[in-house]
């Protein structure tokens, strides 16, 4: 059982055999670090144009360091040689806050250890570990032109902008623990980036633009992103741009990466295992492939 202040404890469980349920009772915690990231005044960006005075930037940095701390602690406490676990879903949603500004990880419903035993549910020997790990959403609310939708719910749009690029090409064998790396690195900078209203569920569900990437989240040295909403129905939401697009599934979301951070190479990423670099290397030539074909989409 987790005992460290950085990973949820398990206060108890309850197994219904006729059921085939489990339940566990965990300490309440009342937010999320992607609650905190919504918040419009948690920025460390001084825009002229909002009220962001100096000391909600310096607010901003003693909390900020406190989170990010605890959190390299958790990962730091399962990555250790004594334990070699790792999360392989850390992202804002599963990471805990309550008002004293304690910092615990949660969900460890795809966690890996090589040193799994026969009790596991979902055994993953070598070369055969599962690749669709790491998952991620946003709330969208729909307009009032979406047919069949009742427009008091917020629907769920899944992307996950916090995978680590050898996940997305399906690898069956890979560094757990770099791939946490990873997420730890994309949700951080989730501090750094611009908030944003959250786009009405139609909008998000239109796939016909694929030349919109980087020119739609709009100028990244702004503090806020003041765009109009979809209605006068709509509540005024907010939420951060993510390091990479996710919103348009794994190939978009490998585009978004290379986009960033440049092709992959031997030199500017290395790999401990060499066949994952092979399969990135070839997919990433089937997008250059593609982009010939379409000449909207640019590297």
Sequence with gaps: ??????????????????????????????????????????????????????????????????????????????????????????????ILLDTSGKVVLIDFGVAYSPTAGPRDVWPEPEGKMYFEVGSGYVWCHPTPHCADIDLTLSLPRFFRPYRSPELLFGVRKYDATACDLWALGTTFAEFFK????????????????????????????????????????????????????GSRGDIGLAWSIFRTRGSPTPENWPVRFSSILCQVVDSFSCLIRHSRICPTRTI
């Design 1 to 94: 059982m987790f005992t460290r202040v950085q990973i949820i404890r398990v206060l108890g469980y309850d197994h219904d055999a006729s059921q085939s349920l489990q339940r566990f009772w965990m300490p309440f915690m009342p937010f999320t670090l992607a609650d905190l990231l919504s918040v419009p005044t948690f920025s460390p960006i001084t825009d002229p144009d909002t009220t962001n005075d100096a000391e909600s930037v310096v607010a901003f940095s003693v909390v900020a360091k406190s989170v990010i701390y605890q959190v390299i602690s958790g990962v730091a406490y399962l990555h250790s040689t004594e334990r070699r676990i790792a999360h392989r879903d850390i992202k804002p949603r599963n």
């Design 194 to 245: 611009t908030l944003h209203r959250r786009r009405a569920l139609a909008d998000d569900l239109d796939d016909d633009d694929d030349g919109a990437d980087a020119e739609e989240r709009g100028d990244p040295t702004k503090a806020y992103l003041l765009d109009e909403l979809p209605g006068p129905w709509a509540r005024s939401e907010w939420e951060r741009y993510s390091l990479f697009d």
